[in-house]
Structure formats: structure tokens, C-alpha cells
């Protein structure tokens, strides 16, 4: 088995790297955060900060699986994006470390188990990317986003009463 680090600086046997196209979707990062604990609901677009590690993200999903933040034995999923500060393996926060929210407020839930970083979007090979005006479009949707304009740019300007003299 081959670990990849970071698909992005994978070096295949032809020494490819690999980048997104900005058509296929970028690269996005998110991370899996399962959580018990929970003694206040977190919101969506909220900030999330690991009291000792530091790692943060966005919160895009919460989901509430049993327990009842009223009591303060909430257990659930929160999955996050932008995530930061995680590990060269893609491990981020520590298990049993707080969760402190810029809404949900300090210690809102603690980290259940190891939580990892998911990375989702189409790679392609360095080989099979363009680069124009400072974007990165794979061939086909290269051919396809700018062939019609190249063929107006590069048509003829011609005169109909000239043409047939």
C-alpha cells in the first residue's frame, strides 16, 4: 500500500504533481469531528477552536445523534471545512480535547476518538492541465471554456461585398 501524504505533491513514476482544474471543482478539505459531551448546540458557519491544539474550521454540519445538550450529554457529528492546523497524516484536534466555539462559547463539546482531514475534488496530473490567465482548466474543459472565443478571435474579418470581386 502507498501512503499519500497530500495528493496535490504525489510524484508518480513520471514525476507528475497533480493540481485541480477550476471547472471539475477545487480541491476541498474537510474534517470529520464526532464529539460527546455537548452541552450547547453549534451553529453552522461558526468557528471551531481545539483548546489545547489550536486546530480550527467552519462548522458546515452538525448533527445531534443522541443525549440532549440540555443535560450535557450530547453525542454527534460535526463535520467542518477550512480546516487548520492538522498533521502531516491528516489527523486533527486530539481525542478528549475541548471544543470551543465562537457562538456555541467554551468547552461546548469534547472530541470523541482520532479525527481526520477528507479530501475531495478532482485531481488531475500537472501534464494534463492548462494554466491561462492565471487558472488551471484540465484539456477538455480548456478546449471546451475557450475554443469558441479562440475561433472568433482568429476568423477572418471579411468584407461580404468583397468577398466574391
Not at 469531528?33 to 448546540?41: A, L, P, Y
Not at 481545539?50 to 443525549?67: K, M, Y
Not at 457529528?77 to 486533527?92: A, R, W
Not at 475541548?98 to 476518538?113: I, P, Q, R, S
Amino acid at each position: 500500500m502507498i501512503e499519500l501524504k497530500d495528493r496535490s505533491d504525489f510524484t508518480e513514476g513520471r514525476g507528475d504533481k497533480y493540481d485541480a482544474c477550476v471547472i471539475c471543482g477545487p480541491l476541498k478539505y474537510r474534517a470529520v469531528i464526532h464529539f460527546d459531551s455537548g452541552s450547547k448546540e453549534p451553529t453552522v458557519g461558526e468557528t471551531v477552536t481545539g483548546a489545547t491544539s489550536t486546530d480550527t474550521g467552519v462548522i458546515e454540519f452538525a448533527q445531534l445523534t443522541e443525549g440532549s445538550y440540555a443535560n450535557g450529554d450530547a453525542v454527534g457529528v460535526i463535520i467542518l471545512t477550512s480546516p487548520t492546523g492538522y498533521t502531516e497524516n491528516g489527523y486533527i484536534f486530539s481525542d478528549d480535547e475541548n471544543l470551543n466555539g465562537t457562538l456555541a462559547g467554551d468547552n461546548f463539546a469534547t472530541v470523541k476518538g482520532i479525527c481526520g482531514i477528507n479530501k475531495s475534488g478532482r485531481l488531475h496530473p500537472d501534464g494534463n492541465l492548462v494554466e491561462y490567465q492565471g487558472k488551471k482548466y484540465c484539456h477538455d474543459h480548456f478546449a471546451w471554456r475557450f475554443r469558441q472565443a479562440w475561433r472568433d478571435e482568429d476568423s477572418p474579418n471579411i468584407n461580404e461585398n468583397e468577398r466574391y470581386k
